[in-house]
T-cell receptor, first 112, second 116 residues
Framework: QKEVEQNSGPLSVPEGAIASLNCTYS??????FFWYRQYSGKSPELIMF????GDKEDGRFTAQLNKASQYVSLLIRDSQPSDSATYLC????????????FGAGTQVVVTP | EPEVTQTPSHQVTQMGQEVILRCVPI?????FYWYRQILGQKVEFLVS????????KSEIFDDQFSVERPDGSNFTLKIRSTKLEDSAMYFC??????????????FGPGTRLTVT
């Protein structure tokens, strides 16, 4: 069974600090990696994706990918109370047209 | 963000009844998907749909489930005989080409299905 693993949290982060979220995956056929944010009772919202090793920045978010170690991470800089949500890591295989396998998510709580 | 709409927002049905969940992807979506999320659990892939055919499906997507795009715009998920364990949020998603090697999936707001 191919797995996507995340720490469930909650990850408590002071306002203005950096939140660091990690995700590991077991399927070496994984090609693309996505971070979604999900507020309670709502649908997943795409934050960003990454498919090349290294860092990718988008505003206050930075995704990092290390395929050799099979992990992907998300940094949230200058965390705001509105960032309080569950962050879902999702992976897509190279031979799939979009089937995403999700982790269980990490709950982030940003405290004022 | 390319908007996907879903109806109804909440559906209550009795065990054994058929339900149809509806989704309207936007016109430039390439692929369409259904996912479900049982309360407190992971988002799970059900099925992907392209060019009026199922392209991929999970083990969850058994003979009780079917999908179709009857009129070229609506995309539906039918559950023929609902079970208690079908109670979940059902999300429709659409795939958008966002750039070279860049395919992004956008989720609709979901339908909460409650089977009693």
């Amino acid at each position: 069974q191919k797995e996507v693993e995340q720490n469930s949290g909650p990850l408590s982060v002071p306002e203005g600090a950096i939140a660091s979220l990690n995700c590991t995956y077991s399927d070496r056929g994984s090609q693309s990696f996505f971070w979604y944010r999900q507020y309670s009772g709502k649908s997943p919202e795409l934050i960003m994706f990454i498919y090349s090793n290294g860092d990718k920045e988008d505003g206050r978010f930075t995704a990092q990918l290390n395929k050799a170690s099979q992990y992907v991470s998300l940094l949230i800089r200058d965390s705001q109370p509105s960032d309080s949500a569950t962050y879902l890591c999702a992976v897509k295989r190279a031979d799939s047209w979009g089937k995403l396998q999700f982790g269980a998510g990490t709950q982030v709580v940003v405290t004022p | 963000e390319p908007e996907v709409t879903q109806t109804p927002s909440h559906q209550v049905t009795q065990m054994g009844q058929e339900v149809i969940l509806r989704c309207v992807p936007i016109s430039n979506h390439l692929y369409f998907y259904w996912y479900r999320q049982i309360l407190g659990q992971k988002v799970e892939f059900l099925v992907s749909f392209y060019n009026n055919e199922i392209s991929e499906k999970s083990e969850i997507f058994d003979d009780q489930f079917s999908v179709e795009r009857p009129d070229g715009s609506n995309f539906t998920l039918k559950i023929r005989s609902t079970k208690l364990e079908d109670s979940a949020m059902y999300f429709c998603a659409g795939l958008v080409l966002a750039g070279a090697n860049s395919y992004e999936q956008y989720f609709g707001p979901g339908t909460r299905l409650t089977v009693t």
